[in-house]
Structures are given as C-alpha cells and as structure tokens.
C-alpha cells in the first residue's frame, strides 16, 4: 500500500475542510443549546426528550433518498443551497427567542430541518472528498476532516454552546447560522464541478436510483461487512453511551465533572487518532488497524463490565477515541477508492442510515436491558456481540484483500465486479478502478 503521507493538500480541499469545520461548530453549539432551550420552555421529561427523538428521525427517514440526490445534482451548489436553508431557519428560530415568540413546535420544527440538511451535506461532502484530493491522500486527508470536527464539535461547541446560552438563549442559533453562512462562502470559493458524469446522472425513479445503491453495496463484500458490523457494534455502544451517566455516578463515584472527564478522554483519543492517523494506518497496515480496532470495542465493553476504577475506565475512551479516529479514516478511503463516483453519495448514505439505526436501536436497548438485569447488563451484551462480530469478520480484512481494495484504480462504473457478491474472488480484488460512532444529535458517523 502506498499512503502520501505527510504531503500537503491543495486549497480547494482546504476550503472543503474549513467549511466542514465552521458547520461543525454550529452544529455543536445547537446541540447543546436545544435540550437547554426546550427545557426552559417546559418541565415535561417527554418533551424534553423528545428534541433528541425529532433530530434523529430524518436520519432514518431521508438517510437513503438524500444519498440519491447528492449523486444527481452537483455536491458543491447542493451544500452551498442546503447551508443558506439552514441559515434561514436559525435566524427565524433566534428572532422567536428574542422576541419570547419561541415554541416547542418551532424548536422541533428546526432541528427536524437541521438535520434533514445535515444528511445531505456529510453525504455530499464525502462524495466530493476523492474529487479534490488524489487518491494517495485520502487517509491523510480524512484524518484532517475527523480532527477538525473533534476540536469544532467535541471540545470548543460543548463549552462554547452553554456559555453562549447562559449569555443569551438566542445566541448559539445565530452564531450557528453565522457558521453555516461561513461554510457556504467557503464552498463557493471551491473551483470546478462536482456533478457526477451526465451518464450517471438519475433518470429514473427515486426509488430505482436508490435499489442500485443499495444492491452494489450489498454485492460488495467487502464495504458491505463493514457497513453491517457498524450497524451492529453501535447498538451496543450507543446502549453503553446511554448508561454511561449512571455508572460514573453509581459504580465509579464521578460527579458531573468527571462524567465529563470521561467524555473529553475520548474526544482527546479522537484528536490524536486524527492527527497521526495517516501515519499510524502507513506504519500497520489497514488490515491490523481495522483487527485492533474490533479488539478495542471488546475489552471497552468488557472494562465497562467488570471495572469500577475511573481511571482505567478514562483510559479506555481515550483508546477508544484512537480507535474510532482511525477506524473513521479507514472506513471513508476505502468506501471513496472503491465505490464509483457516481455511486458515492447512495452508498455513502447507505452507510449512514444503517448506522443511524443501531444509535437508535441501541438508545433504547440499553434502558430496557439496564431495567430488567442490571446496570452492568448492556456492557455485557456489547461485550459478547464485539466478541462475537470480531470473530465472524476477522478473516474478511485479510492483508491481500486490502492490499489489492488500495492498489485497483477507481472503479468507473456503477456495478461491482464478478465476486462482488461473496462468491468467488473478494470483490475488492475484481472491482475495476469513504460517520458515521454515536455523536450527538447532529448525526452518526461510521464510529
């Protein structure tokens, strides 16, 4: 395999990156401040609940036919127009609160766009990703994408969001449509085109658009374990994740603070996994990146089972952190080297939608296990299914089948090649030719 590691990227993928990070921020800075806002509008735990159910809901709902647009339109105007929507609906929700006009059916109302448009702009945005970057950069370029939305989003939109809201509750809307307009300049500066071939362009249904995405990922062993192993995997973490308050607190004696402690190991794991992503992925291979990061979901789950030590249990997130970098990394250049550019935003979606299920599945898995065995109970599942998806897939990302998915050129089609299926030689070898670990509402990303 070759890497272009350390080799510097041009400027329009530096537009690209600037922009992903500024609407990171905003993104973050909404997250926090609309369970803050909705709570200080009503007291019923239903409601307040109910913002984080309205901004997972269109990830399930439009996940796959935004995937079909952004593979119909170009992905540069289509982000640039998605951005100034968003701006419109943030201002209208920060005047409401200027003005005390504000609602519950207005906040639902705008987080449901939000994130309606957040769907097609990551897919759009990782469509363009091998459009502006050469394909020995992808790793490194992917690195850079997943650092800057750890610091945007994990570490400076956390703080940043409640600071702004104790100032004024309006104010993290506005400055995140401040954000979202920033982006959308930033894309506009972008030279070139970014609309897949006329022949590929949709001329069918939406729904005959959507079934050939869906049938060449599953026809591709290879990206379609991957996409079906994060499905799986983030329901039991996201099981884990919606617990994870009660055993700071119960079993390792950690007040708010340290809950966010805990948390922040993890976004600091991210961020190194980011930086030196490239390189660690160059120096072990993408076999053994991938075979580590299966074992490091088994011993989390199995050190949230067993340990009642906070220190061990922050050590944990902050490799865990390393690990869903890396794994991010990974599972994005290999969906961009081997799915035709025509294909990317469908299967792209694809990849979110399923693991926008297994967060949603497993936010409500992890309750009703807790409630009926115990508060350890959840870890031990995801203990056992880590064990387990490990075990089934490990022969899967053997060092030659790898080896040959970074070697083949781009595919320029849009049907896999012979083997695709399973059947016969592993597709990543026969094809001619990357979201989303559980975050916050703003969406799911592959770890």
């Known amino acids: ?36 806002l909705v709570a200080s509008l009503t007291d019923d735990p239903v409601v307040v609940s109910g913002a984080f159910a309205v901004a997972w809901l269109p990830w399930l709902l439009f996940a796959l036919p935004g995937g079909v647009l952004v593979d119909r339109v170009d992905r540069r105007r289509l982000m640039i127009v998605v951005d100034w929507l968003r701006v419109g609906a943030l201002v209208l929700l920060g005047l409401c609160v200027v003005a005390g006009l504000v609602t519950v059916t207005l906040l639902y109302t705008v987080l449901f766009l939000l994130n309606t448009g957040e769907i097609v702009v990551r897919s759009a945005s990782q469509a363009m990703v091998p459009a502006v970057v050469p394909r020995d950069r992808l790793e490194r370029a992917n690195g850079w994408l997943s650092g800057g939305t750890t610091v945007a989003q994990g570490m400076i939109a956390s703080p940043l969001g409640g600071l702004l809201f104790v100032l004024s509750a309006s104010a993290p809307f506005l400055v995140n449509a401040a954000t979202y307009a920033a982006g959308a300049v930033l894309l506009a500066g972008i030279a070139g085109t970014f609309r897949p071939t006329p022949a590929s362009v949709g001329t069918r249904s939406v729904r005959a658009d959507l079934v050939e995405g869906l049938r060449w990922l599953a026809a591709h062993r290879l990206l379609r374990t991957m996409a079906v192993l994060i499905g799986l995997l983030n329901v039991t973490l996201t099981a884990a994740f919606a617990l994870l308050v009660l055993v700071a607190r119960d079993r390792l004696g950690l007040g708010s603070v340290g809950y966010g402690v805990l948390l922040t190991c993890m976004a600091v794991g991210s961020l190194a996994g980011a930086l030196v992503g ?4 160059a120096a072990v291979g993408a076999t053994w990146t991938i075979r580590i990061g299966l074992l490091t979901e088994v011993a989390l789950h199995l050190v949230l089972a067993v340990s009642s030590d906070a220190h061990l249990v922050g050590a944990a997130f902050a490799v865990f952190g390393v690990h869903g970098a890396l794994w991010n990394i990974v599972a994005n250049s290999l969906r961009q080297r081997l799915t035709p550019p025509d294909l990317l935003g469908r299967v792209g ?7 926008a299920g297994g967060n949603c599945v497993g936010a409500l898995l992890g309750g009703v296990l807790a409630a009926r065995f115990g508060l350890t109970a959840p870890y031990w599942v995801g203990f056992v299914v ?4 490990t075990a089934s897939t490990w ?6 089948t790898l080896a040959r998915a970074y070697a083949e050129p781009p595919p320029t089609g849009g049907e896999p090649a012979a083997g695709g299926s399973g059947e016969g030689p592993d597709p990543a070898a026969t094809v001619p030719g990357s979201a989303d670990r559980p975050t916050e509402p703003s969406g799911p990303n592959d770890r």
Do not use: H
């Open 278 to 281: 490239d390189r660690l992925i």
């Open 386 to 389: 880590a064990v387990l998806v």
């Open 1 to 36: 395999m070759t890497y272009g590691v350390g080799e510097r990227l041009d400027g329009r993928f530096g537009r690209l990156w600037a922009a992903a990070t500024t609407s990171a921020l905003g993104s973050g800075l909404s997250t926090v401040a609309a369970p803050l």
């Open 349 to 355: 979606s694809a990849n979110l939608f399923v693991a």
């Open 395 to 400: 022969r899967i990302f053997d060092r030659a």
